[in-house]
């Protein structure tokens, strides 16, 4: 797995995968629910935001090229304190898989086929997972490669498809200035672009190292156009009250389309093409947390931890008792409000404060 | 010690795999100055074989005793007596040493050899040695007649316009058929000899200064690295050198087109011929090149990318459909537009398996069809269709065993599965279509999709001689899409493919876009 390298492109579309694979199902329901028509506002915040703290993670970055996060952390925090942050950045990742398969496919589930139990499609998504991560990161990014154009093509039919079903009021007024809404709206949009922390761990990779701030500035930004122009798509289509009142309105909206009146009810389709650009961001996801474990416990190859990794997905996965407890306590609580804005602000910041004073003192 | 310990109970001795694989070592002595000594031990290396000719007679005006060594099975007896005993009656002086003599015989490619080892070689090999009394060396005199079927079009790589030449089992020949269609000093072939037993000369063949550099030593060493007893045919090579030994997908394109090799070199690529084979090995290979075929370069643009995006379709339909039937009619049957899920709900009724049942039932008797089909006598051919046909769809359909709709998708997966040019890549296909089936019938269309990407991330991590297997489209090469999926004129491809990393990328001028000359 070391060596392995990717191009500045590819990174900016693993980072658009990364950041809006699972996000454009969770997050147009709750932006829409808080921020009504200044939807598309509050994901603007969002994306200046998170090209701020991606801005930050760069600087960092910047000041150990060549290294992930998980080795320089020991230098600038000493071996035990380093290792903590090594391992933070690793359970993190870890976590965000397990939650990204059991909301994937407690989904899946539920929408076609309610009377299977969850435990095979999420053994399922942790073979394929480890296996990707499993082949490195070249593989990843070459399927990225695949994927981004899919995924944009599926949301661009399901867009075409939608808008004869549209009305303009729907999404008026456009100008509507709700800054509580605005602000409360911004914050899970915020935290999906904050999956971008991933840098820390990838920049090493990139084979002209001097592309990395473009490549990841463009990646969070055109993350967030792509989340505006699906969210007022969906508010076109559907309207605020709709979108906001279901949990995944982009699959409702699938699942009332048609062509022609002969073919109808994609919602197995959508799922399955949002799950295969999942597997991608999944994929990233664990090989990050593999590659930050095994330069953190100081192995040579990634390939011990993603065996333990086999174990401790599902284990994860199937921990909530359901997918109302998922949704607000593993993602919303720890995922969205602790962890990613610690590994995506907090401690990259603190890091760089380190850093800086080191610097300073010679 | 749990090492040392490990080593005594599995010694890993080079020395010793050599003597399991190579012939026994045999004793390198000289050749004798006696002729008779020299037949003698000939013979006895050779273990009297019945072929092995000895024949002595008198040269040099009756001054010396000559004798020629030979297999009669190998060798051109008209060409010995006309450029080597002839000649040798005519000579009066016998000349001071093999070397000379050598030169004044009037066949090319000789060579002194002086051990009982080299002379017992030359003679497997095909070749004459000829012994003169007193000499204690031996002429190895280049008389090997192999027989040879006529260059001929390959009944399974057939195209409507082109060249109608087939390469043969000869590599000598091949080479030949290659450089009558690049003539130019950069051509190169290179000649090793694999199979320790069998002896194979196995050619390197590619054009310098287009060919990388590195891959071009890849190939050489992967090569030099074979080390096995036999060498019969292209397959061996190919799995000896492939990337990934455990893959389905074959990482090199067998072809026995020169017109296809020759385009392969022009861009960059390497071929490997093997002696006894008509079946030439292309390195590297992505895994498109299987979807395309020298038609496509002959018919126009818009027909050849009308037919490739149709090989990709049933490249797909092979792969998928059978698993995608199995998920749709047993889990996701509302995806279907209203009268076809009655039809298949109805049809269902009447047969008493799960649909995954009787689709693998019905996908392996085709397999079995299939390969019955080409073990079976030409003439039992019609036989074949009539069973195929009417005794196992129409007859199980009617049995209420099969429902009608699999039959049907049987038979297009198969017709399907026989349009991609490449043969190697279509068993991959057809092999991995039984997985994505008991996928589809546990897990429906979810499973369906897992396995689907199980085997994208598969071809996306594999490599062919250090080349991605999926470029141009993973890693996205924009530039070289111009021939993966469509066929643009030959005018607008003026670079070799980059992901071949050819020494030379320019293939053609700037000026090539064809019309009437402009007017000034």
């Not at chain 1, 990161?137 to 490669?145: F, I, T």
């Not at chain 2, 310098?208 to 074979?226: D, K, M, P, T």
């Not at chain 2, 924009?478 to 030379?504: C, N, V």
Request: glycine share 6%.
């Amino acid at each position: 797995m070391n060596g392995e390298r990717i191009s500045s492109r590819q990174l900016t579309w693993l980072l658009i995968i990364i950041n809006i694979s699972t996000s454009t199902a969770l997050v147009p329901g709750i932006v829409i629910f808080y921020a009504r028509q200044s939807a598309w506002l509050a994901i603007l915040l969002a994306a200046a935001a998170a090209a701020a703290g991606v801005v930050l993670n760069l600087t960092l970055a910047g000041q150990f090229p060549g290294q992930t996060v998980a080795q320089y952390a020991q230098g600038l925090l000493g071996t035990w304190l380093g290792r903590l942050a090594g391992f933070f950045y690793s359970l993190t990742c870890l976590y965000l898989v397990a939650v990204c398969i059991r909301t994937i496919t407690q989904v899946i589930k539920l929408s076609i086929m309610p009377e299977t139990p969850l435990w095979p499609f999420v053994t399922g998504f942790v073979l394929l997972t480890v296996y990707s991560a499993w082949l490195g990161l070249e593989p990843l990014a070459r399927a990225g490669d695949i994927m981004f154009p899919f995924a944009l093509l599926v949301l661009t039919s399901l867009f075409l498809l939608a808008l004869p079903e549209g009305k303009l009021y729907r999404a008026l007024p456009v100008l509507q200035f709700n800054p509580a809404g605005i602000v409360k709206g911004a914050f899970p949009s915020f935290a999906c672009l904050g999956e971008s922390f991933v840098i820390l761990l990838l920049a090493p990779a990139l084979n002209k190292p001097a592309e990395l701030k473009s490549a990841s500035l463009k990646g969070s930004l055109l993350s967030g156009l792509i989340l505006v122009v699906l969210t007022q798509t969906l508010l076109f289509v559907q309207g605020t009250y709709r979108t906001s009142a279901y949990l995944f309105p982009i699959l409702r909206t699938a699942g009332e389309l048609n062509v022609l009146d002969v073919f109808e009810r994609f919602a197995p389709f959508v799922l399955t093409a949002w799950f295969t650009v999942n597997s991608v961001k999944i994929g990233v996801l664990a090989y990050c947390f593999a590659l930050s474990a095994s330069q953190t416990i100081g192995l040579k190859s990634c390939r011990p931890a993603l065996l333990a990794a086999l174990v401790a997905i599902p284990l994860l996965s199937l921990a909530p008792r359901s997918l109302a407890e998922s949704l607000t306590v593993w993602v919303d609580l720890i995922a969205f409000k602790i962890l990613i804005p610690t590994a995506f602000l907090f401690l990259p910041a603190l890091l760089l404060l380190i850093a800086k004073v080191k610097k300073h003192h010679g | 010690m749990v090492k040392a310990l490990f080593q005594k109970l599995f010694p890993r001795n080079n020395s010793g795999r050599k003597q399991v694989l190579g012939s026994k070592q045999k004793s390198d002595r000289p050749i004798p100055a006696s002729i008779e000594q020299a037949a003698n031990e000939v013979q006895s290396v050779m273990g009297n074989s019945a072929d092995l000719m000895v024949h002595r007679f008198q040269a040099f005006a009756g001054k010396s005793e000559c004798a020629v060594v030979y297999l009669k099975s190998f060798t051109d007896i008209e060409e010995l007596n006309k450029s080597v005993l002839a000649p040798l009656q005519r000579f009066t002086s016998l000349p001071k040493d093999m070397e000379s003599l050598g030169k004044i015989l009037p066949q090319a490619g000789t060579r002194v050899i002086a051990s009982i080892q080299a002379l017992s070689k030359a003679i497997a090999w095909g070749d004459t040695v000829l012994l003169v009394s007193g000499f204690k060396s031996g002429l190895e005199i280049p008389l090997k007649k192999y027989q040879q079927r006529p260059v001929e079009e390959p009944d399974n790589e057939k195209i409507v316009r082109g060249p109608r030449d087939g390469f043969v089992e000869s590599i000598w020949s091949n080479a030949g058929l290659l450089r009558q269609r690049i003539k130019n000093p950069d051509f190169r072939l290179e000649v090793l000899t694999l199979g320790t037993r069998t002896s194979v000369e196995v050619g390197i063949v590619y054009v310098e200064g287009i060919a990388n550099r590195q891959i071009v030593s890849e190939v050489r060493q992967r090569l030099e690295r074979i080390e096995v007893d036999r060498l019969l045919s292209s397959g061996y090579v190919g799995e000896f050198t492939t990337d990934s030994p455990w893959s389905p997908f074959p990482t090199s394109q067998f072809t026995e087109r020169p017109d296809h090799v020759t385009a392969a070199l022009l861009d960059g690529r390497i071929g490997i011929l093997i002696d006894g084979t008509p079946i030439v090995t292309i390195v590297p290979v992505v895994f498109w090149d299987f979807l395309k075929s020298p038609d496509d370069y002959i018919e126009s643009p818009y027909f050849a990318t009308l037919v490739r995006l149709i090989r990709l379709l049933a490249h797909l339909v092979t792969l998928l459909l059978p698993g995608a039937y199995v998920a749709v009619t047993t889990f996701h049957l509302e995806m279907l537009p209203q009268t076809l899920a009655m039809i298949i709900a109805g049809a269902r009724t009447r047969t008493p398996f799960p649909v995954a049942i009787e689709m693998l039932t019905m996908e392996l008797t085709v397999e079995i069809l299939r390969e019955a089909g080409l073990r079976m006598p030409g003439s039992f051919g019609q036989t074949m269709s009539i069973v195929g046909a009417l005794v196992i769809g129409e007859a199980s359909v009617t049995a209420g065993l099969i429902e009608p709709i699999i039959v049907v998708i049987v038979a297009f997966t198969t017709l399907a599965s026989f349009i991609v040019p490449g043969y190697n890549a279509a068993i991959a296909i057809r092999l991995l279509r039984f997985p994505l089936v008991l996928l589809s019938a546990a897990m429906g269309i979810f499973g369906l999709a897992l396995g689907a990407m199980f085997y994208l991330y598969h071809l996306v991590s594999l490599r062919s001689f250090g080349v991605p297997y999926f470029a141009p489209v993973a890693p996205l090469f924009l530039k070289d899409m111009g021939d993966t999926f469509i066929r643009l004129p030959w005018y607008l491809q003026s670079r070799r493919p980059t992901y071949y990393r050819a020494e030379d990328e320019i293939r053609e001028g700037r000026d090539n876009r064809p019309g009437p000359e402009k007017e000034s």
